[in-house]
């Protein structure tokens, strides 16, 4: 069973940042891809960042430029910096992970961007 637990969320003005974290029960090496999702009020989740085993990333157009995904491997960790904060960023941000072919989430973490 694989677990991932988020941290990092928040209360934020616009124009500031902050860093997500989601720390995997197993060795992320099992698991690709790794990502971030994020869902707002009256929203659909929808995908925010995404990054492979090989490093390659995807964004979406929303927050390219602005977040940055990595992953730790010696940690099984994979962060979501977020910089130049908006109040359209605020959501609940979700990480995700696939194994085979099964999805995993963490619980969740709230980040609020105020303007």
């Known amino acids: 069973q694989v677990q991932l637990v988020e941290s990092g969320g928040g209360l934020v003005q616009a124009g500031g940042s902050l860093r997500l974290s989601c720390a995997a029960s197993?060795?992320?090496?099992?698991?690709?891809?790794m990502g971030w999702y994020r869902q707002a009020p009256g929203k659909q989740r929808e995908l925010v960042a995404a990054i492979g085993s090989s490093g390659s990333t995807n964004y979406a157009d929303s927050v390219r430029g602005r977040f940055t995904i990595s992953r730790d491997n010696a940690k099984n960790t994979v962060y979501l910096q977020m910089n130049s904060l908006k109040p359209e960023d605020t959501a609940v941000y979700y990480c995700?992970?696939?194994?085979?072919?099964?999805?995993?989430w963490g619980q969740g973490t709230q980040v609020t961007v105020s303007s």
């Open positions: 995700w992970g696939k194994v085979a072919l099964k999805n995993y």
């Open positions: 197993v060795s992320i090496f099992s698991i690709s891809p």
